[in-house]
């Protein structure tokens, strides 16, 4: 029967049956969401009603065909007039009794039966009497635009068909929806099973439908594809055999992707767009299908085979919401961004839409055939999607409590296998060391030292290459122009990673008669270079200058006595002779007695204190000698001289600081001064009669900062009269507090006082007391408070920019020697890929962090834990877990792993030994490899892979693709391996190509030079930035 029809083929029953019909059908129908309800038009359905209550078959109160003509605009458009009322103007009948109303009298012909759905509107259900009106047109021709209505119930896939059929798009054609709100904003209709309502579309607004181009990208994103040409948009390669550009460090990413872009079942299901029908909007685990539509976007762009290289930037954009471990463009580990894009696809993709709770069972002694089923069935009930059919395997986990022997036997799922490598108990370290010669350039060393070693190892090892006695070296880590860490020889190797600079420095050691006749006290004194750079003080008027580091810093043992500013001045200008000049006659400059107003300013980080403090006055009269000025000066020269051939530093102050064992230790810190157990001195800016320490300022400083304890409200001396107050000073102002520079030395100790009033020279640099990070700070030299070192004094010689450009060589400074050990290969260790397997297999013991409850005991326990393998997947991933970290050290390991390119057999692996007839087989070949090159610190990603197609091998390296070989694959670089199932291997369907040194793709140079996060060291690592 029509809708149009005059009547039924059947006579309509009785009057009195149609209204008890009818009415009984408008008493029993409920509105739900989602049914069908019709409009009658009201004058129609009372002239019905009286009819059937009053009349009978001849009756002229006949109603005759439904006409709802009085409800429509017109009828050509048959839209509905505006501001009807229910009731008034139409009635609303359920779609039961409409059926029947239409087959006993028909419709009037060319009328559209009025039929409207319930809506579920927020607590309320109503039948929506005027649907939704909405636009719809092409993104390729956004002019030409039709109007259509739709329910608030229907489907947005419902609004695709019928834009489909309106504009005959064929329907295999993949399209996307995007909705056009009056203000002109646009946004993606994701989900297309959702209502129209649920997706907020409201009348007036515009539906406009794209489909995917033929290179696999969309109109409406912006060019995503590298192209070198104009040519070349007509490029026509090999699907597959596309790169992928490095957005900045991002080759952790490429690898991974080409690794999944050539797994061929999962690239065929995106390829075929069958994750369309699977896209979960709804899993709270998932990311509402936003990842698997990128990822199904990248694939599509690379298997068109129209690009040379595609940038995968709106993908990474989507890992970086997603996970924010991966925003910015830091390096990160190829195997943790698989594991997330695995785990991110399934639940996208995840066919489970409610995941019920299921709770874990035991073993209890049942068969493991059974357990091991039952284990699958669960997983399953809760997770379903392609990820699971191609990479989803099964192992066995026996955990056996030491105590009562309790065994708990679970089945779990894995999604790949991360296999320990055979761990080295050595370790090889590069390190410099500094020699005692001050001509000779530092040189760079390789030795090998236990892994759980000390320091001392690594100085017993460096010293069967260079001669040097342990006991003579002190071990630093330099960063950034200064000592990181100076350590202690007891200190374990595991807190030096792969990445720090280590340098190691020859200390010198007294004389055997010198020891003999007397050991004078020694000091490990670090010394930092620093460059002025000036400016002017604007609170002040005057002028400042702030520091940089830069150069190499030294560590140097010296005499207490010798601390002086002329003898430590004298000291370091020949500690580095190698790239300091020293001016020549006619090259020194005399300054006068009065200071300028520079030398006049103690300077605290660059900023003037306003204290009239002399940088440095040379000569200086304190040199701790019981002889004259000119014999102390002379005593600091002859050691100066003879540090060539005897050099001035001490090795007895090792590290921890030790001296011999005659002599006692006074701290018991690391990199402590070594200092006498009757006093206490130590290196300092200034001295005052409160404390005694060695002091490292002028003559004239020391008598400011002694003026200024003894008498706070007292003012400063012109610096210009200040030697003499040193040279007056008397038995009376000593009583009273102010003693010489070193007061708590004894009285043949103390430094003659006279000839203090000279004229000097000005000098290459100036000294000044720094903290471990070479900055002076602002408590330094203020309120003539002394600032005692006592665990480890640094000191800072301070250049101006015009006589380091003058004196001192940079390119020299720079230079360094590799030791021949460099030039020996480091051995590879080789290890079959089975040893990982069977490593993985191996009995363990649970880590105090990681305890297991056992029910028995009613308590954790450190029980034993063993995995074996169950069941495998069609795709095997294999995580070759070369990078090592412990709580102390990260390292990466070396070694060269041998794996199969084919026929890799499970069979022994595999812990049910007789398979069933229906069992798949345990034979798997190699169709790609991640490989990492490099350490911790930086390194490059690239991937081997096979075409599906063409079964061609190729190496991917960013938006570089060459062939490979494959006798080279197998290199200690491999990190991620994997393998297919040989039963699921299709044959390739295209001849091999002629293999070539490079195709014909995006040329970005050599691997090596797409290195992230590396750079070509031509100097000592530790100086640069």
Same mark, same amino acid.
């Given at each position: ?387 699971? @059919?191609?990479?989803?395997? *099964?192992?066995?986990? !026996?955990? /056996?409590? =030491?105590?009562?022997?309790? +065994?708990?036997?679970? %089945? ?44 001392? @190892?690594?100085?017993?090892? *460096?010293?069967?290459? !260079?001669? /040097?006695? =342990?006991?003579?070296?002190? +071990?630093?880590?330099? %960063? ?546």
């Amino acid at each position: 029967m029509t809708a149009n029809s005059r009547c039924s083929s059947a006579e309509p029953p009785g009057l009195e049956t149609q209204l008890r019909e009818i009415e009984s059908l408008l008493r029993q129908c409920e509105l739900r969401a989602g049914d069908s309800w019709y409009v009658v038009e009201r004058r129609w359905y009372e002239q019905w009603k009286e009819f059937v209550e009053n009349g009978d078959q001849s009756s002229s109160s006949f109603p005759g065909q439904i006409n709802n003509a009085e409800l429509f605009e017109d009828l050509e458009s048959y839209h509905l007039k505006e501001r009807l009322v229910e009731n008034e103007d139409f009635m609303l009948v359920p779609a039961d009794a409409w059926h029947k109303l239409l087959g006993w009298y028909g419709m009037v012909d060319g009328q559209p039966p009025l039929e409207r759905k319930v809506v579920d509107l927020p607590s309320t259900l109503k039948v929506e009497v005027y649907p939704v009106e909405i636009f719809l047109c092409l993104h390729s021709n956004m002019e030409n635009v039709v109007s259509s209505q739709f329910s608030r119930a229907d489907d947005i896939q419902s609004i695709q068909r019928t834009i489909c059929e309106t504009f005959s798009v064929p329907q295999a054609s993949e399209c996307r929806l995007w909705m056009k709100s009056s203000d002109g904003s646009c946004e993606r209709l994701r989900n297309v099973h959702v209502s129209v309502l649920d997706a907020c579309l409201s009348s007036g607004m515009t539906v406009i439908m794209e489909t995917r181009n033929a290179d696999g990208t969309w109109p409406s994103s912006r060019p995503q594809i590298i192209r070198n040409s104009v040519e070349e948009q007509d490029y026509q390669g090999q699907p597959g055999v596309c790169g992928l550009a490095n957005l900045g460090n991002t080759c952790f990413m490429n690898s991974a992707l080409q690794c999944l872009s050539n797994t061929p079942p999962l690239t065929e299901y995106f390829l075929q767009s069958s994750y369309l029908e699977e896209l979960n909007f709804t899993n709270p685990l998932g990311m509402k299908g936003e990842i698997a539509e990128a990822y199904a976007d990248v694939i599509k762009q690379m298997w068109s085979g129209r690009h040379h290289s595609v940038v995968p930037r709106v993908f990474k954009t989507k890992v970086g919401h997603f996970a924010s471990q991966f925003l910015g463009y830091q390096q990160h580990d190829s195997q943790e961004l698989l594991s997330f894009l695995l785990d991110g696809l399934h639940e996208d993709l995840n066919r489970v839409k409610n995941k019920e709770y299921i709770e874990l069972c035991d073993a209890n002694g049942r068969p493991d055939q059974q357990v091991a089923e039952e284990a699958w069935r669960n997983h399953l009930r809760r997770n379903d999607s392609v990820i699971v @059919d191609t990479f989803h395997g *099964l192992f066995k986990s !026996t955990l /056996v409590c =030491p105590e009562c022997r309790k +065994v708990s036997v679970t %089945f779990d799922p894995f999604c790949y296998l991360s296999v320990p490598l055979p761990a080295s108990k050595e370790r090889v370290m590069e390190i410099f060391f500094v020699s005692l010669d001050p001509y000779a350039k530092p040189a760079q060393h390789r030795v090998v030292v236990p892994k759980a070693g000390k320091v001392s @190892d690594l100085c017993a090892a *460096l010293s069967e290459m !260079t001669g /040097v006695p =342990p006991s003579k070296m002190v +071990v630093a880590d330099v %960063f950034n122009h200064h000592f990181y860490k100076i350590y202690n020889i007891d200190e374990s190797l595991s807190c030096i990673l792969d990445r720090d600079d280590i340098f190691v420095y020859e200390l010198n050691t007294p004389k055997q008669r010198e020891e003999s006749l007397q050991r004078e006290e020694r000091v490990l004194l670090a010394l930092y270079l620093r460059e002025r750079s000036y400016y002017k003080d604007l609170g002040s008027g005057g002028s400042s200058y702030g520091t940089t580091l830069f150069g190499h810093p030294l560590l140097l043992s010296v005499p207490i006595g010798c601390c002086s500013q002329e003898a430590l001045y004298n000291l370091f200008l020949q500690r580095l002779a190698r790239y300091v000049r020293c001016p020549d006659p006619s090259e020194e400059l005399e300054e006068g007695e009065e200071d300028d107003e520079e030398q006049q300013k103690s300077q605290t980080n660059g900023i003037s204190d306003g204290e009239e403090q002399e940088e440095v006055e040379l000569p200086h009269p304190c040199c701790a000698d019981a002889n004259s000025l000119s014999e102390s000066t002379n005593s600091a020269e002859s050691h100066v001289d003879a540090n060539r051939t005897e050099p001035l530093l001490d090795p007895d102050v090792t590290k921890n600081g030790s001296q011999d064992q005659t002599e006692p230790l006074a701290s018991s810190s690391a990199n402590a001064s070594i200092t006498d157990t009757s006093s206490s001195t130590s290196v300092s800016v200034t001295d005052t009669s409160s404390s005694t320490n060695v002091s490292i300022t002028d003559t004239s400083s020391c008598t400011d900062d002694m003026n200024t304890s003894r008498n706070s409200n007292a003012s400063s001396e012109p610096p210009a009269e200040q030697p003499q107050q040193l040279s007056d000073a008397t038995e009376e102002e000593k009583e009273d507090g102010q003693e010489a520079c070193f007061p708590g030395l004894p009285a043949n100790k103390q430094p003659d006082k006279r000839n203090t009033r000279r004229r000097r020279r000005k000098t290459l640099f100036t000294i000044q007391a720094v903290n471990s990070n070479g900055t002076t700070e602002r408590k330094m030299g203020e309120g003539g408070s002394a600032v005692s070192f006592s665990s480890q004094p640094y000191v800072a010689i301070d250049w101006d920019p015009d006589m380091k450009k003058r004196f001192y060589n940079e390119n020299e400074a720079e230079k360094y020697v590799k030791h021949s050990s460099m030039e020996v290969p480091q051995q590879q260790n080789t290890v079959q890929l089975q040893e990982c397997i069977e490593l993985f297999t191996t009995v363990e013991t649970l880590e105090e962090e990681n305890p297991w409850y056992c029910p028995v005991c009613k308590k954790h326990q450190l029980a034993t834990k063993k995995l074996d393998l169950w069941s495998l997947p069609e795709v095997l991933i294999i995580h070759l877990k070369r990078f090592s970290y412990t709580k102390f050290t990260r390292e990466k390991l070396e070694s060269i792993v041998d794996f199969p390119l084919r026929d890799l057999d499970f069979s022994g692996c595999l812990l049910r030994k007789n398979l069933s007839n229906g069992e798949p087989p345990s034979r798997y070949d190699l169709i790609a490899v991640s490989n990492h090159y490099g350490g911790l610190r930086d390194g490059h990603y690239t991937s081997y892979a096979r075409n599906k197609d063409n079964g061609q091998w190729y190496d991917f390296d960013d938006s570089k693709v060459t062939y490979a070989r494959e006798d080279k694959i197998v290199t200690n670089a491999a990190y991620v391996l994997f393998y297919q199932r040989q039963d699921k291997i299709r044959k390739p369907t295209l001849p091999a190509p002629n293999a070539s040194p490079a195709l014909a793709t995006q040329p970005t140079g050599d691997a090596t030079s797409s290195k992230c996060n590396t750079s070509e060291l031509e100097a000592v690592p530790a100086e640069t930035d």
